[in-house]
């Protein structure tokens, strides 16, 4: 079983809609979550990064952390075609050089 | 301020040659790694260097062997290639300090290899 495990898509919505991106995890030693970002044949880069439970808000974007459950989302308000990418999530443990587990990504069409 | 930049960005290799993909970051980072990135199987960790000086092992190790050069510079060696290291590798970097933030990633543009 992977440590993390992300929702597969892929996603197709229509411009304007909110979109929900989860992933849940196995190990409680995690501490540091990330959203990256993939554009087609690019690099990943990262879109946010939450510490603890809770929401973190950004513009558009919300992170939300449950460490009860061991679940990550991420929410994209009012969705545009230039958000079209893959998203992947990540996780860290702050005692582990900084090595971080990728979920395996979700791919996101947002049409006009 | 170029970030992370890896060369070269597309390679064909035969079966059994070397290699070796450069990586180089200019924002003062401890640690850099490098994954690979196939269909279906996210990214794995091959290889991590946490600071100048120290490299260990990833996930998929096996066929690879890196090199930190020195504070800026992660190298990643292919000696004998096999069709099973086509891949996408990606170099990252990222300052491993006391903040969040400090953990997040930096990658470069990638390495789009293929072995035949």
């Known amino acids: 079983q992977k440590e993390v495990e992300q929702d597969p898509g892929p996603l197709s919505v229509p411009e304007g809609a909110i979109v929900s991106l989860n992933c849940t995890y196995s190990n409680s030693a995690f501490q540091y979550f990330m959203w990256y970002r993939q554009y087609s044949r690019k690099g990943p880069e990262l879109l946010m990064y939450?510490?603890?439970?809770g929401n973190k808000e950004d513009g558009r974007f919300t992170a939300q952390v449950d460490k009860s459950s061991k679940y990550i989302s991420l929410f994209i308000r009012d969705s545009q075609p230039s958000d079209s990418a893959t998203y992947l999530c990540a996780m860290t443990r702050n005692t582990n050089a900084g090595k971080s587990t990728f979920g395996d990504g979700t791919t996101l069409t947002v049409k006009p | 301020n170029a970030g992370v930049t890896q060369t070269p960005k597309f390679q064909v290799l035969k079966t059994g040659q070397s290699m070796t993909l450069q990586c180089a970051q200019d924002?003062?980072?401890?640690?850099m790694y490098w994954y690979r990135q196939d269909p279906g199987m996210g990214l794995r960790l091959i290889y991590y260097s946490a600071s100048e000086g120290t490299t260990d092992k990833g996930e998929v190790p096996n066929g690879y062997n890196v090199s930190r050069l020195n504070k800026r510079e992660f190298s990643l060696r292919l000696e004998s290639a096999a069709p099973s290291q086509t891949s996408v590798y990606f170099c990252a970097s990222t300052d491993t300090g006391t903040a969040p933030s400090d953990y997040g990633y930096t990658f470069g543009s990638g390495t789009r290899l293929t072995v035949v």
């Open positions: 924002m003062n980072h401890n640690s």
């Open positions: 939450t510490y603890s439970s």
